[in-house]
């Protein structure tokens, strides 16, 4: 059974850091996108970045220059180095991926989120 496990969340203070891990695991083939999405109460979840089989990165606008997407193959893992951590970043952070397993054709997958809180 294919799972995402999302680590790393947790409270840290304005202007501080996080990093975030997604681990995938059950029989994994390929991993053909990796990607972080985002949701504040109250709010529509919301694409954060994403990372392609083949290197690219898209971000937000929202988190530009402050997040980093980046992706260890040989571990299925996606990392998200989050710096600069401003309040309105507060959010469950949900790991997302499109994979091909040894059971089923590419399929797509959501963890089951981390709390990052932001607050003085």
């Known amino acids: 059974q294919v799972q995402l496990v999302e680590s790393g969340g947790g409270l840290v203070q304005p202007g501080g850091s996080l990093r975030l891990s997604c681990a995938a695991s059950?029989?994994?083939?390929?991993?053909?996108?990796m990607g972080w999405y985002r949701q504040a109460p109250g709010k529509q979840r919301e694409l954060v970045a994403v990372?392609?089989?083949?290197?690219?990165?898209n971000y937000a606008d929202s988190v530009k220059g402050r997040f980093t997407i980046s992706r260890d193959n040989a571990k299925n893992t996606v990392y998200l180095e989050m710096n600069s951590l401003k309040p309105e970043d507060t959010a469950v952070y949900f790991c997302?991926?499109?994979?091909?397993?040894?059971?089923?054709?590419?399929?797509?997958?959501w963890g089951q989120g981390t709390q990052v809180t932001v607050s003085s």
């Open positions: 997302n991926s499109d994979v091909t397993s040894t059971t089923r054709s590419r399929t797509v997958y």
């Open positions: 059950g029989g994994i083939v390929l991993i053909y996108r």
């Open positions: 990372a392609t089989s083949g290197g690219t990165t």
